[in-house]
């Protein structure tokens, strides 16, 4: 085992698939209680629990939208008192559009704002002056490297995975000296759901330009979550951790 999370509670958003399920599953392996948080898969989400506990987990499913503020609040309450107070939030909830300037209106950007921006404020503020009152917290943002370059077909979703970004950067800085980390993963294309409705030769094109020239998966994104949320990267705030094969490559 990696890493021994033995008796740390985690909160995972959007874990009822994708990567978030990956996350879930791992940290529930290496010995974290976990919450796994979804919006609407409610049966998926409650497997994903029976296998956690079934594998000699302890794990819990709560539903909540974490781009309305109080259910986020209530998320991280019933997590809190059913496991116990939250060392760990993985932000990972979020959305993708694809949509050309011109094919894209007001509604899809502030739905995409309040899902990929404001979820991610509102969890991180349930967690946090709890976090810094115990002296130990740890958040990881699920952040895109559509928020690092430009991406004319996504421009909602890229500029809310730059708020990430630059969240993360300020917030690691400001909890930093509590013992409060904060860090992000930026991955490229990932095999989930999220893609179902991407054009395949699209697809098949950002993976020919990827120098690995494969599609990422979301164990490995578990993989560098975990790394993240360990001590093993006790010296790492603030940072966006790349995750694309080589497709971008920060100077
Ligand atoms: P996915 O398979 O579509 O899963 C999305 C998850 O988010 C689901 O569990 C969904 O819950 C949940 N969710 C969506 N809106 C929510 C809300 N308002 N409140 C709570 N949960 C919500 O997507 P994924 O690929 O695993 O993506 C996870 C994260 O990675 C996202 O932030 C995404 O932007 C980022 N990412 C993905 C890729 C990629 O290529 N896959 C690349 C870069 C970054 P329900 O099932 O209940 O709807």
Redesign the pocket.
């Known amino acids: 085992m990696p890493y021994d999370f033995t008796n740390k509670v985690a909160v995972v ?9 990956a996350v879930a599953r791992q940290l529930s392996a290496y010995g974290a209680k976990v919450c796994v ?5 409610k049966e ?2 409650e497997e994903a629990v029976r296998e956690l506990n079934t594998a000699g987990g302890e794990a819990m499913a709560v539903q ?4 309305d503020q109080s259910q986020a609040q209530q998320l991280i309450q019933q997590a809190e008192s059913q496991l116990g107070p939250i060392d760990f939030l993985v932000n ?5 559009d694809v949509a050309a300037h011109d094919e894209f209106d007001e509604q899809m950007w502030h739905r995409t704002m309040k ?2 921006v404001d ?1 991610v404020f509102y969890c991180s503020w349930a967690v946090k002056d709890a976090m810094v009152a115990r002296g130990y917290g740890r958040i990881v943002n ?5 928020g690092l370059e430009a991406k004319p077909y996504a421009i909602a ?1 890229a500029t809310s ?1 730059a708020a990430v970004v630059g969240f993360t950067r300020s917030l690691g800085q400001a909890l930093a000296a509590d013992n409060v980390r904060v860090n992000a993963v ?10 179902a409705d991407c054009d395949q030769a699209w697809l098949d094109r950002l993976i020919d330009i990827t120098p690995s020239k494969r599609i ?1 998966q ?1 164990d490995e ?1 578990a993989r560098m979550v975990s790394f993240l949320l360990s001590d093993e990267s006790d010296f790492t705030v603030g940072q966006t951790l790349v995750l694309s094969g080589g497709r971008v490559n920060l100077p």
Do not use: M, Q, W
Request: aromatic share 6%; net charge positive; glycine share 14%.
């Open positions: 958003t959007g874990a009822s698939r994708g990567i978030g399920l948080n979804y919006k609407s898969s998926r989400a909540a939208d974490v781009s990972n909830a979020g959305i993708f899902i990929n979820g699920i952040a895109s490297i559509a979703y995975k930026a991955p490229g294309l990932i095999d989930t759901e999220i893609l990422g979301a994104v």
